[in-house]
């Protein structure tokens, strides 16, 4: 006899979708709590596939998103002290603060660029070596 469908129009679902659903949710949060948000949307979204409407598949995507633009907010705001620290003339503390920025997922073009105008800087502030001719080179000089 056919298993009798709901009133709601949604699949009841059997034993295996809903232990592939916890797996899926369980291996999400492995990701989300090792700071892999990203990751962990993914993996929920797929929960999907098996419950459109999964409420706690819906609930840890929100948390994983709300954690991306915490994650970002953080990074911009690394980038901008970054760049202050940089006017100030803070060289170690800008790099400091621009590496922090890139590895928390700030925009990197600005950092590097800011970066890149840190090494020049420091690779003009650099004495030159002297150089020195053998004394071969000399003579024929």
Do not use: C
Not at 50 to 65: L, T, V
């Amino acid at each position: 006899m056919p298993e009798p469908q709901p009133i709601d129009g949604r699949h009841t679902h059997d034993a295996v979708s809903d232990d592939k659903i916890e797996q899926l949710l369980l291996v999400g949060l492995d990701h989300y709590f090792a700071g892999r948000y990203e990751q962990a949307i993914d993996v929920w979204t797929r929960a999907f596939f098996f419950d459109r409407d999964h409420p706690r598949a819906r609930a840890y995507i929100e948390r994983a998103r709300s954690a991306l633009a915490e994650r970002q907010r953080e990074s911009e705001e690394l980038l901008q002290q970054g760049v202050a620290a940089f006017h100030r003339g803070d060289a170690a503390e800008a790099r400091r603060l621009l590496t922090a920025a890139i590895d928390g997922g700030a925009p990197s073009e600005e950092a590097l660029a800011v970066l890149g105008r840190l090494d020049r800087l420091e690779l003009g502030a650099q004495p030159a070596e002297p150089v020195r001719l053998s004394p071969n080179a000399a003579a024929s000089v």
